[in-house]
């Protein structure tokens, strides 16, 4: 516990001793709440002024143009400096949501503010990934950008339950106008905290042979590429989905799954206002309960790890998530309402992780990653439809049929795909031995059951000869090693300072901070190794806030190791370390 609170601090001073860092770190968090504040407030106004078809309207003319634009906006953030696209998409996030405020708190007509909406979300979706590229360009070391990830992480889960309650609280005090000032006000501080950064300029990184975006092709050269890039990837990952009937399937439960998140946003608004009759803010506090059980589904999911049968998990959650939302319409009173909304957030979530776990053991290795960008483009299309969904469901049997459809909608697709789900399920491959390797090292252990396995399925098995070097002191460190049976001696200029065995890893510290290898690895006995590559293993510790807490434990445990205070490149990770 002691060592878990030290890597914690370090984790922390590591973030905050970065002036660029606390800045970025500040502005994501007033990001995320703007982001989800001004979700919820223009669903309010928009129902207020037109029931469930204006609410559905709403919808439509924000996610619309970003499920048409989004790929033509990331392209854009690459090929500009992140910095400068960051610093765009905050100061058309600020102008747009201040035009909103200014229109409602005016009277001005509904067209008008429906109008200028999509302009709120285009700005939101153009900061995600500028956000993500700016980090690599102010951070001066490894460690900082883990710790980074680490902030991140965090400032994600609490938005989704801290945005809509403050949305609620301001909408209750003084109305939709005051909750979306104060969004457009959050966005321009976030403007404010990143607009004076220093950070590397693009055109550093690019090779000198390389011409500069739009250069040789006219002003318009690098979006002639992107559009290419774009529709070249997206037909290739179609393909794979068409031949594939596993993942088609998961693909349509996952769909279903962002329906009912939709669903949930639009019925939080209707049930607040015409059902609990909890006032103009009740919307923002049904919300927040269903972000807490998301947060909550954290804690659930940690035993989905290595699970070789996933079917049922899966089934059950979707179901649980349904049914708890069908109960609400038996149930007038405010707490139940809330405990409900947070039991489908929570079983959600759990499904989600589970979807997604089987998806990934059921693609193709060279097909992941686009497969996730389709389900991330299904995302926004689910979140329509389920709009939609509540506005036919109402206009045909009233807010108790819009709270059954999903559920009736559920059990009508999990009976017809059981059967393909269980051969699915019986065809994942599941790395059994190697999860259970990695469970032992802390670094991974503390991985979310999808990256877990995504990680054991990336290992090469290695075999050692007794007396093998693994590698030299002074060698360039290129990959990770987890020792799964035999005994390694490490030596430090000649002499052993370290034996490791099967729980053990070594050679994480060369590849977090870039140096060359401290010390040789030498196999007392045979051994059989899992090497991981370098840029698969720094993805993992600086991409999961709670594996970098781990790496941090483990190198203030080589610091206390150390008396010179010296972090050695190669020491071992792992139980003892």
Not at 218 to 246: F, K, Q, S, Y
Request: charged share 10%; net charge neutral; hydrophobic share 55%.
């Amino acid at each position: 516990m002691f060592l878990r609170a030290r890597a914690v601090g370090s984790v922390l001073r590591s973030a905050f001793s970065n002036p660029a860092l606390r800045r970025i770190g500040f502005s994501y968090a007033l990001f995320g709440m703007a982001e989800l504040g001004i979700w919820i407030a223009l669903l309010i106004y928009a129902y207020g002024h037109g029931g469930t078809t204006a609410g559905t309207t709403m919808v439509l003319v924000q996610l619309v143009p970003c499920i048409l634009l989004g790929p033509f906006l990331g392209a854009f953030a690459d090929g500009h400096s992140p910095h400068r696209v960051l610093c765009w998409g905050y100061g058309l996030q600020a102008l747009a949501m201040g035009a909103v405020a200014a229109a409602i708190v005016e009277g001005a007509p509904i067209g008008v503010v429906f109008v200028l909406a999509p302009l709120t979300a285009l700005g939101l979706s153009a900061t995600r990934p500028a956000q993500a590229a700016v980090l690599p360009a102010v951070v001066r070391t490894a460690d900082e950008l883990t710790a980074a990830n680490v902030m991140s992480g965090w400032t994600f889960g609490a938005a989704s339950l801290v945005g809509p309650a403050v949305a609620g609280v301001l909408i209750a005090w003084h109305g939709v106008g005051l909750a979306v000032a104060v969004t457009a006000a959050m966005s321009m501080a976030a403007l404010l905290l990143v607009a004076g950064l220093r950070t590397v300029p693009i055109a550093d990184a690019q090779d000198p042979d390389t011409p500069a975006a739009g250069a040789g092709g006219g002003g318009t050269g690098w979006l002639h590429g992107a559009l290419a890039e774009v529709r070249d990837g997206t037909r290739a990952n179609l393909n794979a989905i068409v031949r594939n009937g596993p993942l088609r399937i998961l693909l349509s439960l996952h769909a279903f799954y962002f329906v009912l998140i939709g669903a949930v946003d639009l019925l939080c608004v209707v049930l607040a206002a015409s059902y609990l009759h909890m006032g103009s803010g009740g919307a923002g506090y049904l919300n927040a309960a269903f972000g807490a059980g998301a947060l909550l589904a954290g804690f659930v999911t940690a035993f989905l790890v290595g699970r070789r049968h996933l079917k049922n998990t899966l089934a059950l959650s979707l179901i649980v998530a349904v049914a708890a939302l069908a109960l609400v319409s038996a149930i007038s009173r405010v707490a139940p309402a809330l405990v409900l909304l947070a039991a489908v957030g929570l079983s959600g979530a759990v499904f989600d992780v589970t979807g997604r776990t089987l998806l990934q053991r059921s693609a193709p290795a060279d097909a992941v990653a686009g497969l996730f960008s389709i389900l991330e483009a299904l995302m926004d299309l689910g979140l329509v439809l389920g709009t939609v969904l509540v506005q036919v469901a109402i206009a045909a049997g009233g807010l108790k049929a819009a709270l059954l459809a999903p559920a009736v909608i559920a059990v009508v697709l999990v009976a017809g795909l059981w059967r393909r789900l269980g051969r699915l399920d019986e065809g994942a491959t599941v790395p059994q031995v190697e999860i259970r390797l990695l469970r032992s090292i802390p670094i991974f252990a503390a991985l979310p059951a999808p990256a877990l396995e995504g990680i054991a399925r990336e290992l090469e098995p290695v075999s050692v000869a007794a007396g093998t070097t693994v590698f030299h002191e002074g060698d360039r460190g290129d990959r990770y090693y987890a020792v799964a049976d035999g005994s390694l001696a490490i030596a430090r200029s000649g002499v052993v300072v370290k034996s490791v065995s099967r729980g053990n890893g070594f050679g994480e510290i060369a590849l977090i901070d870039d140096v060359p290898r401290q010390a040789t690895v030498q196999a007392v006995t045979d051994a059989s190794l899992y090497s991981l590559r370098k840029d698969l293993f720094l993805q993992t510790v600086t991409g999961h806030p709670a594996s970098a807490l781990a790496a941090g434990r483990i190198i203030a445990g080589h610091l206390g190791d150390d008396p010179s205070g010296t972090l050695d490149g190669d020491t071992p990770s792992g139980h003892g370390s």
